[in-house]
């Protein structure tokens, strides 16, 4: 088995102690030095004294200002690259980061910075120190404290980018994030954790997709286990997050209980809302589009025993619409477009259809409904904008007689946000 080749990446303070300490103890194939312009000696020193180190493998950037944290992060995240270039040179290679030495800010940045990479932490430490134990550590007592990179062993920065992901309605990105944060974690305690959030960040990019039965079988699964949620919420936010959780399982297990309800309608808009919030304006309006015809075929269904705009009985429809229309029937029957149903609605009656007409609608030459015709995801080349999604949203919501609160709305998991 081929042994491992270490990268080991130092932090330099006033004494080189430590860091030959950590040269010893890892026996490195390649070292960068992270001197500040102070302890650009001590650096030297350890390069010249040093003879564990292979001839020409020694790497160094030089701080301007150690005690700038902003600027000692900006330094070292030029160190992303060369991290990445030695790491994919195959399964042996791999890289330590020693920030013992230094300034306090050198240190943080360190940690902050390679809290990305896949990497360990080393930190010398002492058996010995002066000042009664509270000074420096006595040198040739010098000795390696060793431990995984914790961002990647207890999963922090995989919910942390998670949380974030799942607020920019990434849902699927975010459950492949802590599904791979969870393969690699060794505690069960860790796993479950983000088991627990996977399955919520796929519940609702299944409900996302309209799949509401298996979107409810993962939130249920997530309510199992609130303790992991109030683990990494805490109290206050988890609870809110939890109480959302439990409204929206009951919601989805009525959706695919009853698909054609208004509250299906509700869930399209908020699909249409969730995807004009990412600026995919003709994605919100092909959904609103459906949305406004499946009002007007609720309502012929519900109020008009007319259980289906595909096959409408020529009989049902009234004189002098009748007419206008036999010449389009076959068997007997006529399918009908958005636009047809709600002139059918307005023909017999129904305040829905001439709510229509009031808003403009049935106009085919200013109707936001013949730019969604042209758009490009229908039957023209012409994308949609902001403008037209804004005309059909307030339509579809003045139609459909909702109001803000009837919208579903997702929680939001990095900051204090409910849901509907």
């Known amino acids: 088995m081929e042994a491992n080749r270490h990268f080991l990446i130092c932090t330099v303070g006033g004494t080189a102690n430590p860091i030959i300490a950590a040269i010893k103890e890892w026996r490195p194939a390649r070292v960068l030095l992270i001197p500040s312009i102070g302890t650009e000696t001590i650096a030297n020193d350890v390069e010249s004294k ?16 150690a005690e700038d944290f902003g600027d000692c992060v900006r330094l070292m995240r030029s160190l992303d690259e060369k991290v990445a270039v030695w790491l994919r040179k195959g399964s042996s290679y791999d890289v ?21 990479w896949s990497c360990r932490f080393s930190y010398i430490g002492g058996a010995e120190r002066t000042k009664n134990g509270t000074g420096v550590v006595v040198s040739g007592k010098e000795q390696a404290r060793v431990t995984q990179n914790p961002w990647n062993a207890l999963g922090y920065q995989a919910i942390e980018d998670a949380c974030l992901l799942f607020d920019q309605q990434a849902f699927m990105p975010a459950a492949n994030l802590l599904d791979n944060a969870r393969n690699a974690a060794d505690e069960d305690s860790i796993k479950r954790t983000l088991s627990t959030l996977h399955q919520l960040c796929e519940g609702y990019g299944l409900w996302d997709r309209f799949q509401h039965k298996e979107a409810a079988q993962r939130i249920e699964k997530t309510l199992k286990n609130t303790n992991d949620l109030k683990a990494v919420f805490g109290s206050t936010h988890s609870e809110l997050v939890i109480h959302t959780l439990q409204r929206h399982c009951a919601m989805l297990k009525t959706l695919f209980a009853q698909p054609q309800s208004p509250a299906i309608v509700a869930d399209l808009l908020a699909n249409a809302k969730r995807r004009g919030c990412e600026a995919r304006w003709d994605d919100g309006v092909a959904r609103l589009y459906r949305a406004i015809e499946w009002i007007a075929q609720l309502a012929l269904a519900e109020r008009h025993a007319i259980p289906s705009t595909s096959g409408v009985a020529v009989e049902c429809i009234p004189d002098p619409l009748r007419e206008q229309w036999r010449s389009r029937a076959e068997n007997g029957k006529l399918a009908l477009g958005l636009r047809d149903a709600y002139c059918l609605l307005d023909s017999r009656g129904d305040k829905l259809g001439r709510t229509f007409k009031d808003l403009k609608l049935d106009d085919r030459d200013r109707s936001p409904l013949t730019s969604r015709n042209h758009s490009i995801l229908a039957h023209g080349a012409q ?38």
Not at 50 to 65: F, K, Q
Not at 396 to 404: H, K, N, P, Y
């Open 50 to 65: 040093c003879g564990l180190v292979p001839s020409g493998a020694w790497d160094r950037i030089t701080l301007h200002d």
């Open 96 to 116: 330590i980061v020693d920030f013992t030495g230094g300034t306090k800010c050198m240190s943080a940045a360190l940690a902050l910075v390679s809290r990305r």
């Open 383 to 420: 994308p949609v904008g902001k403008q037209v999604f804004d005309k059909l949203w307030s339509a579809a919501m003045t139609l459909g007689g909702f109001s803000e609160n009837d919208i579903p709305m997702f929680p939001r998991l990095a900051t204090n946000g409910d849901g509907r």
